[in-house]
């Protein structure tokens, strides 16, 4: 008992000394200088989403809404999505499309395509459905603030050439498309 006490006694002695030590410096600097990772800083989770997102030139926000937002060589290009399901040779199905932006010169070509129909180019996108064999891929575009009565025609670029797409619907806010290979989508909107 009494090398109880004594080991008891000293516990308290030691756990009862106050102990000083100088803050780290060096930790401070490092927690008040360190900059966030960029891809933090612009939006990302993590930096295989901001490369999965450069690679599709896309911005974190268009990345994780599978959106385009904004394409460059568009002027006022309207904001588009994948707005519901797809169907794949007629059967509904759990797959998601792919957006990306497409390049400059895409972009120039499909703005010329919606002069030459007598409209003007909603937005150009570039669509592919990983993983999918199919003949007809029937997808649903969200289409940011269309007009329900709005005149709606889409081409696709297939091999340097713009080809016509059916338009299966087009509505408030949505255009539905029967696509027949993966590749840039116009929408141009018809007066």
């Known amino acids: 008992m009494k090398k109880f006490m004594a080991l008891f006694a000293t516990s308290v002695l030691f756990a009862s000394m106050t102990v000083s030590a100088a803050g780290s410096p060096s930790a401070a600097v490092v927690a008040s200088t360190a900059a966030p990772a960029s891809y933090v800083s612009e939006g990302f989770s993590d930096a295989g989403a901001a490369k999965a997102a450069a690679e599709r030139g896309m911005s974190a926000g268009e990345y994780y809404n599978n959106a385009i937002v ?19 040779n007629g059967v509904p199905t759990n797959l998601t499309a792919s957006l990306s932006k497409v390049n400059s010169a895409v972009a120039s070509s499909a703005v010329a395509q919606a002069a030459g129909l007598g409209g003007s180019l909603l937005n150009v996108v570039n669509v592919t459905f990983p993983g999918a064999n199919y003949s007809v891929a ?41 696509l027949k290979s993966s590749g840039p989508v116009a929408l141009v909107a018809l007066p």
């Open 70 to 88: 904004a394409t460059p060589g568009v002027p006022n290009a309207v904001p588009m999505g994948q707005g519901g399901k797809i169907l794949i």
């Open 138 to 178: 029937t997808i649903n575009f969200y289409v940011k603030g269309l007009a329900g009565d709005a005149k709606v025609a889409a081409r696709q670029y297939v091999n340097g050439v713009w080809v016509e797409v059916e338009v299966v619907e087009a509505r408030a806010d949505h255009v539905v498309l029967n």
